[in-house]
């Protein structure tokens, strides 16, 4: 059995005498850069990074089902798509759309941001955060990969019984969705697990809960919301699975199942999953707009409370989605009213960004008017929420286009315009320049007359009595006009999609031929991950900043004078830190993450196909477990080890908390602390 | 100056009743429901009215906030866009009576809302005493309507595709599916009720006026649910009466060696291992009654094509296969109880020559309409013999 072999230190050691350990089965990966260095590191920038990528590439692809459907519908009685061909395409539109790119997207902000928003060196157990990625990835493709393996899944993205179950959809499609949301599903478990620990325990010094950053807060909100539901969703899929491949009969009625029992348990996954994929975004842009309008956000504390309600009501409302499911009149109020008052905590959430902006100084930049468009359009999509939620109007609009404008306007207007602009603001924080404004101004207007003009009609054509779902209508149903109009937005969403990537690729490549270092701090902004340059070090922070402040970074540049107007007391540059600190412990780099996800999908089509296929699969889940218990969290021959005595004095070193140990070094690092009293200090 | 900001402010306001006017009267256009047969926002009988009534000032209310959010954030846009020369703006934290101002004014406005809200559900409940019973039944990708006019318990009407009821009388329907989970909906009439396997449904409707009234399966139910329709017929009630006195009767005899007995052989030999003639059972033999039988075959089979459509009176309907093609040729569609129309025999040749290439199936799993690989004339003698079931 091979040892671990002596190598250069990954990192340099703090001058200890490194203790041989014996531990790992093959030698551990050391690149930090070129293919491997993605492959197999474990650093949450990277993950992040690669998470962003794996989301973007999902999205073209969803995309191009988007339009596809659109094209079918353009005009009545088309046949470009057959029943069978449009039913799979729809069902993966949906499915790509919130599993695989919305949700990475989500969790590349959530990696790569929440720990240099509390002052972390990474997440707490990075090599399972590799994993998470992997895991997701591998989950997408073997979902994908039912395409060329007897087609994609037919039965909608909410899937109901018994309409998913053999008889009625005897192709291999339901069998992929089942497996692949399973193995995606382990990895945003995983994932939330994860990331609720580092927002617990990694916090800087002074990183109070009432001095958090809001995107951290909502995503912390998110990762609870994550791990109470994906369990429901994972059991459902499970009895699926169990009905399709080994003949139970949970959902099938004739032999004594209920197929109202999937319904439910989809839609307590399900509704919260709506929250999921929204609330981050509600974080991004309530750090976005404070930025460029020079002014905190406004109500803090109501902001984190709304969140943390939209949260727990977000468990309390499933069942409006089976307003016409017969559920009997008590259901149906009990659940209507509770839907009409979740309308309030994110009606607040609406009111307080209107007046963070009120009075402030706008600058209009791209990310600002991502966040901007994001409060007018998510505006629209909560009112028509509203409007549905009053159960008897519900019966008319459910499973109409009307639902589909709605979820368009709070997915697309809320949570996608968010991420653009999320992606325009952090870009430089990734990868040390910004993008294109010009373009990206483009980018924005053009896909705001686009979304508007493809689901704006949507309400108009649902209310007329346009039902989703369906592959075709006809010339005398009065749909014709608006569908075209639909279809024509959807094209020219297309093209803004296609000018971000072009925006994308040209300043990805005037960088490489010719790298200007980024400016620290290039938006004059105010939360901690701006006190490290851009693009972000490995070690994140030189050292770890002890935080007095909400907005830490701007009350290090900026103190009040009488009238609480700002004024500078530091420049960016002598605030944001050099990013040169040296002997900075890291965990080091991981084969096991990647093989551990490997061995899933194997497992999946051995179920699916023939069991054979299963044996490799479950090999290399179980070689990769047992490597990956063998192997400490950060190499030994890298200079590291647990118990460092003086790891808890050794200002810049992260083990201790990467270890889920206390800091407690608060004291020692308060000649970090900025040192200007503020009149009307902020709450916290 | 002063003069021409006036002028700015009174063209600003001008301007801004016309928007709000041309959009209300947009809204006004919405309602229309000419050239919209399944138009939400043109409701004809009291269930549809009372949720319109319910909906509308949701729709009104929404609207002023859509107003108010979209003009300040536009207001806030202009007003505030940075001029170099602006110092910094004052650093506000929050204003907590303010924002406990409008979390707690929108709840107060929800609550009121709230009380019409559930007054409608439980209305929506209610049966009128004189209530008319259907049994509505989905199917892959057919509905059927089963009446019991006696009320023994069995069905003595089985039709499909079109309900026929009588305007002005609350029909109390019993929703259920043999397969996978439908959802019945006629727009102007109420909202939309799951058909799910296994259970029935109470749902309701009625329709003020005579008249017919599009409908649309709206449960995703697999392969050809965009073509899984239906409609309301709603007749004056003499008009009902003389629809069920003929739906009562057995079906027409054809004369002996006529093209159409010709036919009807061949339908028995064909057609009958599904479809379900009143008074003849699976192998053509007489039952002895012209009432249908309600487990046609022995038993209600969970989703196989034996059920399909009851044929008995199949030119009294307007549309075949999820009420989707004509049977009558355009302009001489069914209206009252007569069957007069000119019958699209073309239709029915080339459904049963070819019913995949009208409408998606998957008759080898047994759900829909297979093909039969009959011969040009003998589709000649079939459809004569079916144009003949009035």
Redesign the interface.
């Known amino acids: 059995m091979a040892l671990v072999t002596a190598r250069t230190p990954l990192e340099l050691t703090s001058g200890d005498n490194v203790q041989p350990q014996p531990l790992g089965v093959f030698a551990r990966p050391t690149a930090t850069t070129g293919i491997k260095g993605w492959l197999f590191s474990v650093d949450h920038k990277k993950v992040g990074i690669l998470y962003g990528a794996a989301s973007l590439f999902f999205f073209l692809t969803g995309g191009v089902e988007a339009l596809l459907i659109r094209t079918q519908l353009a005009r009545p009685g088309q046949k470009l798509l ?3 061909l449009y ?1 799979q395409v729809f069902t993966m539109h949906g499915i790509t759309m919130i599993f695989l790119v919305i949700m990475p997207m989500i969790a590349a902000f959530t990696n790569y941001l929440m720990p240099l928003q509390i002052g972390a060196r990474d997440v707490a157990f990075p090599r399972l955060n590799a994993f998470s990625f992997w895991c997701f990835l591998f989950g997408a493709l073997f979902l994908n990969s039912s395409w060329l393996l007897g087609g994609g899944p ?3 993205w909410f899937n ?1 019984a ?2 998913s179950g053999l ?4 192709s291999h499609g339901i069998d992929f969705y089942a497996l692949g949301l399973i193995i995606t599903g382990i990895a945003s478990s995983v994932s939330a697990v994860n990331l609720i620990v580092t927002t617990i325990n990694l916090r800087a010094p002074g990183m109070t809960w009432s001095r958090m950053p809001m995107f951290t807060w909502m995503s912390l909100v998110v990762q609870f919301l994550l791990l109470f539901s994906l369990p429901v969703i994972t059991v459902a899929l499970f009895l699926l699975m169990l009905d399709r491949l080994f003949g139970s009969s949970f959902f099938n ?2 032999l004594g199942g ?3 029992v999937w319904q439910h348990l989809f839609w307590i996954f399900g509704h919260p999953e709506v929250y999921i994929l929204v609330l981050p975004v509600f974080g991004i842009v309530s750090e976005i707009l404070p930025v460029f ?4 956000l ?5 902001m984190i409370f709304s969140g943390i309600a939209i949260g727990f009501m977000g468990f309390g409302v499933w069942a409006h989605h089976m307003f ?3 559920m009997g ?1 008590m259901s ?2 009990a659940f ?2 509770a839907t ?2 979740i ?3 994110t ?2 959430k ?3 960004w ?2 963070t ?8 930049t791209t990310a600002n008017l991502f966040s ?1 468009g994001l ?2 359009m998510f ?2 999509g909560g ?2 929420g ?2 549905h939620a ?11 286009y009307y639902i589909v404008a709605h979820f368009h306007y709070v997915i697309f207007g809320g949570s996608l315009l968010g991420m653009f602009g999320g992606m325009y603001f952090w870009w430089p924080k990734a990868f040390g320049y910004k993008l294109r404004e010009g373009l990206g101004k483009w980018h924005f207007w053009i896909m705001m007359i686009g979304f508007n003009l493809t689901f704006g009609p949507m309400h ?1 054509l649902g ?11 006809s010339a ?3 749909f014709d006009f608006w569908n075209m109009a639909a279809t024509i937005g959807a094209f020219i969403i297309a093209v803004s999609v296609a000018i971000f990537i072009w925006n994308v690729w040209v300043c990805y490549r005037d960088h490489r031929r010719n790298p200007v270092a980024c400016e620290p701090d290039p938006w004059d902004a105010r939360s901690l991950e701006w006190i490290t340059p851009c693009p972000t070090p490995v070690h994140n922070f030189d050292t770890i900043p002890v935080v007095s402040e909400v907005d830490e970074v701007w009350h290090r540049k ?1 103190g ?1 004078d009488e ?4 004024v500078p007391i530091a420049t960016r540059a002598e605030v944001v830190q050099k990013g040169d600190a040296e002997g900075v412990h890291l965990p080091s780099p991981s084969y096991w993450p990647i093989v551990l996800s490997a061995g899933l999908p194997l497992i999946g089509y051995g179920l699916i196909f023939s069991l054979a296929w299963a044996i490799p699969g479950g090999i290399l889940v179980l070689v990769a477990l047992f490597g990956w218990v063998m192997e400490p969290s950060t190499d030994p021959d890298a200079g590291h080890h647990d118990e460092h005595p003086s790891d808890a004095a050794d200002g810049g070193d992260a083990a201790a908390e990467l270890e889920g140990s206390e800091e407690a070094e608060v004291a020692d690092q308060a000649e970090d602390a900025k040192t200007v009293e503020l009149e ?1 200090a ?2 916290g | 100056m002063m003069q021409a900001r006036t002028r700015r402010s009174v063209a600003r306001v001008v301007g801004g009743i016309t928007t709000v006017v041309l959009f209300l009267s947009g809204c006004g256009a ?1 309602r229309d429901d000419k ?7 043109s409701p004809k009988g009291p269930q ?1 009215q ?2 319109d009534d ?2 509308r000032p ?2 009104i209310i ?1 609207g002023i ?2 107003v108010f ?2 003009v ?2 536009v207001y ?2 202009i007003r ?3 001029r170099d020369e ?11 009576r ?2 406990w101002g ?2 707690i004014l ?2 107060m406005v ?1 609550a009121i ?2 009380v019409f ?2 007054q ?3 209305q ?2 209610q049966r009128d005493s004189d209530a008319m019973k259907v049994t509505v039944v989905g199917q ?1 990708w057919w509905w059927e309507f089963r009446y019991d006019t006696d009320d023994d318990g069995k069905p003595d009407i089985i039709t499909a595709q079109q309900m026929v009821v009588p305007a002005g009388r609350q029909i109390d329907l019993q ?1 259920r599916s043999n ?3 439908h ?1 019945f ?1 006629i ?1 102007m009439l ?5 058909a ?4 029935t ?3 309701s409707l009625e329709a003020d006026k005579p008249g017919i009234y ?1 409908g ?12 899984m329709r239906m409609e309301v017929k709603a007749l004056s009630p003499a008009d009902f009466d003389k629809w069920v006195e003929n739906q009562l009767k057995g079906p027409v005899e054809p004369a002996a060696d006529s093209l159409e007995a010709e036919g009807k052989a061949l339908v028995v030999n064909r057609c009958l291992s599904c479809h379900q003639i009143n008074g003849l059972d699976d192998k053509g033999e007489s039952t002895g009654s012209d009432r249908p039988v309600e487990h046609y075959r022995g038993a209600d089979h ?2 196989t094509a034996a059920n399909a459509p009851n044929l008995t009176h199949l030119m009294s309907r307007n549309h075949f296969a999820g009420n989707m093609f004509d049977l009558y040729e355009p302009g001489s569609a069914l209206k009252g109880v007569e069957p007069v129309g000119v019958p699209k025999i073309d239709n029915l040749q080339r459904w049963l020559q070819d019913p995949h290439a009208m409408k ?1 199936m998957a008759a080898d ?1 047994n ?1 829909g309409m297979p093909t039969l690989g009959l011969s040009a004339e003998e589709i000649r003698k079939v459809t004569s013999y079916l144009v003949t079931l009035k």
């Open positions: 057959s029943a069978d039913n037919d039965g909608g109901y018994p309409n008889l009625f959809s005897p009625t004739a209920d197929p109202m309008a020079r002014k905190p406004f109500g803090y504390p109501f016409a499911s017969g009149p149906v109020t209507s009213l009409m008052f309308a309030v905590p009606g607040v609406v009111l307080n209107t007046a902006i009120y009075g402030g100084k706008l600058k209009f901007m409060i007018a505006t629209i009112l028509s509203v409007t009053f159960a008897p109007a519900d019966t008319q609009q459910t499973d109409t108009i209310l007329q009595g346009m039902s989703r779902r369906i592959f075709t209508y005398n149903q009065g900026y009040h009238a609480g107007r700002p009307g902020p709450v | 919405l050239g919209r047969p399944l138009n939400t926002l549809a009372r949720i319910l909906v949701v729709f929404a906030v859509f959010i979209h300040a954030v806030i846009a505030y866009r940075a602006d110092p910094d703006p004052v650093q506000t934290h929050g204003n907590p303010l924002e409008w979390t929108p709840a929800l809302l709230a809200n559930v409608s559900i439980w929506l409940e892959q929703i397969d996978v989970i959802s909906w727009p109420n909202g939309k009720r799951d799910v396997p296994g259970r449904q109470p749902w599009q649309q399966c709206t449960e995703f139910c697999g392969l050809s649910h965009g073509y969970p989703l998606p799993q759900r």
